[in-house]
């Protein structure tokens, strides 16, 4: 039986459509482009929304629309719903699905990449769109419905979202050995400064890095900040630089160029890492709940850098 508000005028899938273009562009100017028609076509479908809800899917501001937590509600269902009719066509067409993953630039590097092959192996098969994204902005792109996964530390992700854990990402602090005068890298501790390379900002990573470093008697003398962990990475490998770094790039580094410290209290860094998805978008979503299935297993296996 079909809801009673379904059944109204106001409802179709170019008014949803249009719901989530202009939640997504922050105005119905901005969705609609120049054209002042397109302009009152859109303002007339969020309107004939609103009164087939009986609720305000907006908060007008001046110019400017604020969503409110219907608004934001409905277009994230509606992005599902959008997307698996889009999926449902794919698969009758025999056309690839497409999965849009979001986490940190290392994280997707390290540990998504080794999955992409298995997502492509699937019948019918899943392209991958990645996208670079600090934590939060993951959890944000989530709940508006805008990625269909996120690969974040644990206790980023509210408990709304439906997770799975993936691993642990453990650190090391890397050392290039041009920058040390002995195999074992014990000057490391003779209060020498070390030229250090950090992530940018003042996150708790950081923070935690410069403070495990302190108490064990190692003095960083910052020469580099970085955005991502990947950058991080290549200024390693460049040997310009020390940084601490998740294992799992590390272990690429030739041990005869580079040092690896386990310094006390080092496991500070170590971050439960999860995939987190909207347990709606699963249900709404074949491709989706195929891929989740795919991705647990791989992600688990790329975390602790296990062939098949």
Known sequence: MIPEVVAKNGFSLERLATLCAVVEAGSITAAA??????????????????????????????????????????????????????????????KPGLLTVGGGEGTLRWILL????????????????????????????LELGRIDVGLVRRS???????????????????????????????????????????????????????DISRASGIQLNRVVQAETLSLLLATVEREDAAAFLPKIAATALPSERFAQLSIENIQLLSRETVM?????????????????????????????NKPE
């Open 33 to 94: 482009g120049p054209s002042p028609s397109r302009q009152s076509q859109f303002s007339r479908q969020i309107k004939e929304l609103e009164e087939a809800l009986g609720t305000r899917l907006f908060d007008r501001v001046g110019k400017t629309l604020k969503p409110t937590s219907s608004g934001i509600h409905l277009a994230r269902l509606s992005r599902v719903f959008l997307g698996a009719v889009a999926e449902l066509a794919a698969r009758e067409a025999a």
């Open 114 to 141: 080794p999955c992409i092959p298995e997502l492509r192996a699937l019948e019918p098969p899943v392209h991958c769109q990645m996208r670079s994204l600090r934590s939060a902005d993951v959890v944000r792109e």
């Open 156 to 210: 980023a992700v509210p408990e709304a979202l439906a997770t799975e854990l993936v691993g642990v990402l453990e650190f090391t602090l890397v050392i290039p050995r041009r920058l040390l005068r002995s195999r074992t890298a014990d000057e490391a501790y003779e209060g020498k400064p070390l030229a250090y390379a950090e992530l940018a900002g003042e996150g708790q990573l950081a923070s935690l890095a410069r």
């Open 276 to 304: 987190a998805w909207q347990p709606e978008a699963a249900d709404q979503k074949p491709e989706l709940k195929r891929a989740l299935r795919v991705l647990s297993r791989g992600l688990r296996r790329a975390m602790t």
